[in-house]
Nanobody, 112 residues
């Protein structure tokens, strides 16, 4: 399984970013996919998950601000992040739920 996240960057509080994750080596359409993040000095945590049927679930602190989506035709996972807060600063990773593989993450930095 290969996962490449992109789209991170530096943004001011209240701003938006859209993360993408290109997946290969898996049958993307049948896999539940997730976004995780790891802030400096913190453990990695689950941010959002999307099932193969499109059902979604979110960490409470991002509900109403983040939207996870997928394009099965492009084997790509997305995370639209709006109204970003400094506490959202972290390296963001995508992952196939059924796989133990972690790809390279993308850094999101939110300035106050």
């Amino acid at each position: 399984v290969q996962l490449q996240a992109s789209g991170g960057g530096l943004v001011q509080a209240g701003g938006s970013l859209r993360l993408s994750c290109a997946a290969s080596g898996i049958i993307f359409s049948i896999n539940a996919m997730a976004w995780y993040r790891q802030a400096p000095g913190e453990q990695r945590e689950l941010v959002a998950i999307i099932a193969s049927n499109g059902n979604t679930n979110y960490k409470n602190s991002v509900k109403g601000r983040f939207t996870i989506s997928r394009d099965n035709a492009k084997n790509t996972l997305y995370l639209q992040m709006n109204n970003l807060k400094p506490e959202d600063t972290a390296v963001y990773y995508c992952k196939a739920v059924a796989s133990s593989s972690w790809g390279q993450g993308t850094l999101v930095t939110v300035s106050s």
